[in-house]
């Protein structure tokens, strides 16, 4: 009787662990892929407008790094070989995103508002936007999908430790170089966890450009981190061999190798770093969530003895290396060595054609010697009324806000390691927490530090850049 009688009190609480593993199950995400390549479609994974002022390609990964479809690769390449003047952007998403989410749809904005400025159709450039996607949304039931910080972190780690992202975007980028472009440039994104995939993947491309630790015989010319959830471990260690290998002169205002060898890459320019981490000053996520998911990291896995590594330009001095295990590259005080400043309200320049966000067409319209640039809205998320249900429309007429708000910026150092990596604190009229990284002024932003990294010519051409032979891809069909 008393065995009859536990097995019925045990019975509901086996009734609600049933219930439970039924519900996790069932809001378990899809691993796609999600926009795949058929015979009958070929081209699936490849969108854009009637007109063609930009195309938009996915490439989609799963946990392990491995691709989903290799034949999205393909079409993007096909997409990139057609274009006579390529600037391609490939962005990597953060947590809760992946390839139908609303983040597909703010990228879409972004390539659609930078082939519509007259800066670039009259330069007749072919925006190319390539969204790489992983999973990092696992769960779709609400409230739950914030349990997945550990797994996604891993996730996304995985990913960056597999040889199939970096392969990609490096074949992707040497794709627009290829001879006979008289144009091209590729420009790196990535934001929150997709920040940690970029920079795991590329750190030791970008040092092992050549052995002066330059980058000129990199693929990509560009590449910039919004909001990075990774721990700061990977950026203390590129930033530390920087510090090695270079010293900052002031007077060439340029980081000139510590060798003296002579070579090309022995200087790199102050506008072009290497990498650029973007960091909003109440992101809440990277800010007080990280410490927390990565303290209780430490505490799961007994992990309690650390041993103490040098601070970048801080010579002799060492912390705890549980320093940046706990906190993010833009949220490490030993880090950081930018911040953007504000230099009071401003007119805007004469000469502007643009309606949309009219601050991104005057920081591309000029140089910026003195790393200043305009924002001209309200950051109030008015551009999230451009995705309607996560669907984007091109060629929707976005009119002005009529309420700009023109304001001068400049990225100031503060302290620190000079070197060729920013570790840039942003404030929150710009980058709004932690997703704000699709905001106008946030777009501006970027539009000033496109231009620094390619300033224009004194009679305001583009310089023709170096070309690289791009090998044919495999028919993977």
Not at 1 to 4: A, N, V
Not at 125 to 135: D, K, Q, S, T
């Given at each position: 009787?008393?065995?009859?009688s ?25 691993y ?86 007259p800066?670039?159709?009259?330069r ?29 972190k ?78 700061s ?16 002169d ?96 401003s ?32 950051n ?26 023109w304001?001068?910026?400049k ?7 000079r ?46 850049p ?12």
């Open positions: 009787m008393k065995k009859h536990k097995r019925n009190r045990g019975a509901p609480y086996s009734n609600f662990t049933m219930l439970v593993l039924a519900v996790l199950l069932g809001s378990c995400a899809s796609g892929p999600y926009h795949a390549n058929t015979a009958a479609e070929p081209s699936n994974s490849i969108r854009g407008p009637a007109d063609g002022r930009y195309k938009m390609a996915f490439i989609e990964f799963g946990d392990q790094g491995s691709p989903l479809d290799n034949s999205q690769r393909k079409a993007a390449l096909e997409v990139i070989h057609k274009a006579g003047r390529p600037l391609l952007f490939v962005y990597i998403h953060g947590w809760q995103n992946n390839a139908t989410s609303s983040d597909v749809c703010r990228f879409e904005h972004f390539l659609d508002t930078v082939s519509s400025f800066e670039f159709t009259g007749k450039i072919n925006v190319i936007g390539v969204y790489i996607a992983w999973r990092g949304k696992d769960l779709t039931l609400p409230g739950l999908n914030f349990l997945t910080f550990w797994s996604r891993s996730a996304g780690g995985g990913i960056a430790a597999a040889n199939s992202c970096l392969a990609t975007i490096e074949e992707l980028a040497v794709a627009a170089r290829e001879p006979g472009k008289d144009y091209h440039h590729t420009v790196l994104l990535a934001h929150s966890f997709g920040a940690l995939v970029l920079g795991n993947t590329i750190s030791h491309s970008i040092l092992g450009a050549n052995g002066e630790g330059g980058r000129s015989s990199s693929a990509w010319d560009m590449a910039v981190a919004f909001n990075s959830a990774d721990s471990i990977t950026t203390r260690q590129l930033m530390s061999v920087f510090d090695y290998l270079y010293r900052y002031p007077q060439k205002r340029a980081y000139v190798s510590r060798a003296y060898l002579g070579e090309e890459t022995a200087a790199v320019s102050e506008n072009r770093p290497a990498m650029v981490f973007l960091q909003s000053e109440n992101d809440s996520a990277t800010g007080q969530i990280f410490p927390i998911g990565t303290g209780l990291i430490n505490v799961t896995n007994l992990h309690f003895h650390w041993q103490k590594v040098p601070v970048p330009g801080h010579h002799g001095e060492k912390v705890s290396e549980n320093e940046f295990y706990t906190h993010t590259p833009g949220n490490n005080k030993y880090l950081v060595n930018y911040q953007v400043v504000p230099l009071g309200e007119s805007p320049p004469p000469g502007l054609r643009a309606t949309e966000n009219r601050a991104f067409e005057a920081n591309i319209k000029q140089n910026h010697p003195d790393f200043s640039f305009y924002t001209s809205e309200h109030d998320g008015h551009e999230k009324s451009f995705c309607r249900n996560g669907d984007y429309s091109p060629g929707d007429v976005h009119p002005p806000t009529g309420k700009e708000l304001r001068r910026w990225f100031e150092y503060t302290g620190n390691a070197i060729t990596c920013w570790v840039v604190r942003v404030p929150k009229d710009i980058i709004w927490g932690h997703g704000g990284l699709w905001s106008d002024n946030s777009i501006a932003m970027f539009g000033a530090l496109f231009r620094m990294e390619f300033p224009l010519s004194a009679e305001g051409k583009v310089a023709t170096k070309s690289l032979t791009a090998p044919k891809s495999p028919d993977l069909r």
